[in-house]
């Protein structure tokens, strides 16, 4: 087959300006140690949460006097744990993983929004200042179940 030579140069150009955005990518993200937005970059076994603590007890832990860490661990299709209960004013910063695909954790009565990966730890925090019921999605379509995968924070008085 016969390509002409200016075609050929073309094609020569395009690859290679490929190739260039692909290695400087690459080479950054490495140097950069880039890893997901929310995190610290934090990981874990996804085929060992259950055994890795703190997330082999997903749940609430008071940490100060008016700060909480809850551990959450999200697969198809729930969150564990389903329902925490603080005191309003309450800080809790929340890691969450993932067992199996990528889902996403967000309240929506709250700035609380990450997306959560498995192998990684998502993080985020929030003061609850009003008492309320406060629902956690996921809004990361993760399945058929995606709409029944819900949980809540009770802010109680
Ligand atoms: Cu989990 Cu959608």
Known sequence: MHVPRFEKIWIGLGLATMAAFFITLVTLAVASGLNPPSTDGMTIDPTKVSQTPPFDKPGLHQSGPHTYEAYYVGQIFQWNPQQITVPAGS?????????DVVHGFSIPDADVNVEVMPGWVSEVDHTFKE???YLI???QYCGAGHAGMFASVKVTP
Do not use: D, L
Request: aromatic share 14%; hydrophobic share 40%.
């Open 131 to 133: 008492p309320g019921n």
């Open 91 to 99: 800080t809790v910063k929340f890691f969450v993983t993932s067992v």
């Open 137 to 139: 999605v996921c809004n």
